[in-house]
């Protein structure tokens, strides 16, 4: 059992490797345009979850985590030289739908038709309103 911390120092090392494998040496089209969000390891070093997202947004996600999977045991024995661990932890790949999320509350705020002149009476009637 490792230590938060370290757990952390762990998954952050992962992260930057396996960003700099998907964009530097791996070929396959299917991850091409997939980036990971977050990298999370289980306090045994048995399991490294990789939290995947794309620009193209959930309809290639099928797609991007098959590529991934079958990917994975080459990235584990890439990262396994890389981040020297006397076992390193299985790969396991899903979708994170949080930048979909995120642009989709962003859409929704900037629907909201508050004008300029909206804000600044809001702003007049709440300092007005603190005297």
Request: charged share 40%; proline share 0%.
């Given at each position: 059992m490792v230590s938060k911390l370290r757990a952390q120092r762990?998954?952050?090392?992962i992260h930057e490797e396996l960003s700099t494998l998907l964009l530097m040496e791996v070929a396959d089209p299917r991850i091409a345009s997939a980036h990971i969000t977050k990298v999370?390891?289980?306090?045994e070093l048995a399991f490294v979850n990789v939290y995947v997202s794309s620009p193209?947004?959930?309809?290639?996600?099928?797609?991007?985590?098959k590529g991934l999977n079958h990917a994975s045991g080459y990235l584990?024995?890439?990262?396994?030289?890389?981040?020297q661990?006397?076992?390193f932890p299985?790969?396991?790949f899903y979708w994170d739908p949080s930048p979909?999320?995120?642009?989709?509350?962003?859409?929704?705020?900037?629907s909201l038709d508050i004008g300029e002149d909206d804000l600044e009476a809001s702003n007049n009637s709440e300092s007005t309103s603190d005297d």
């Open positions: 762990i998954a952050d090392r999370r390891v289980d306090s193209e947004g959930s309809q290639r996600a099928v797609i991007i985590l584990r024995s890439e990262l396994a030289r890389r981040v661990l006397r076992h299985r790969l396991r979909e999320h995120a642009d989709r509350i962003d859409r929704l705020i900037a």
